[in-house]
Nanobody
Framework: QVQLVESGGGLVQAGGSLRLSCVDS????????VGWYRQAPGKKRELVAR???????AYVDSVKGRFIIARDNAKNTLALQMNNVKPEDTGVYYC??????????????WGQGTQVTVRS
């Protein structure tokens, strides 16, 4: 079973950087496509960065060139390096199993997320 804990969020100025981390204590990540989801205020949760089971990354256009997703299967961890952040990156970020980019993810087994707030 997926048991997820996200961390690393905070308040950052536009143009700054943050590094988010996720630990899967259930040990499911290492064999699955996983990703980072963002839920902006008043919007549905969407997958913005994805890592295939073999580590191939993919990003939605709005974060491409600024975010980097990285996985460590030995440690069951997933990271998201956020560079040159923008106010529209504000939201709660979650990690979980990943389907298609832009999707809202599985129906259950979500962590508490980590809040990212970008100040202009």
């Amino acid at each position: 079973q997926v048991q997820l804990v996200e961390s690393g969020g905070g308040l950052v100025q536009a143009g700054g950087s943050l590094r988010l981390s996720c630990v899967d204590s259930g040990g499911v990540f290492s064999t699955s496509a996983v990703g980072w989801y963002r839920q902006a205020p008043g919007k549905k949760r969407e997958l913005v960065a994805r890592s295939s089971s073999t580590g191939n990354p993919a990003y939605v256009d709005s974060v491409k060139g600024r975010f980097i997703i990285a996985r460590d299967n030995a440690k069951n961890t997933l990271a998201l390096q956020m560079n040159n952040v923008k106010p529209e990156d504000t939201g709660v970020y979650y990690c979980n199993l990943a389907g298609s980019l832009g999707g809202s993810g599985p129906p259950a087994n979500w962590g508490q997320g980590t809040q990212v707030t970008v100040r202009s």
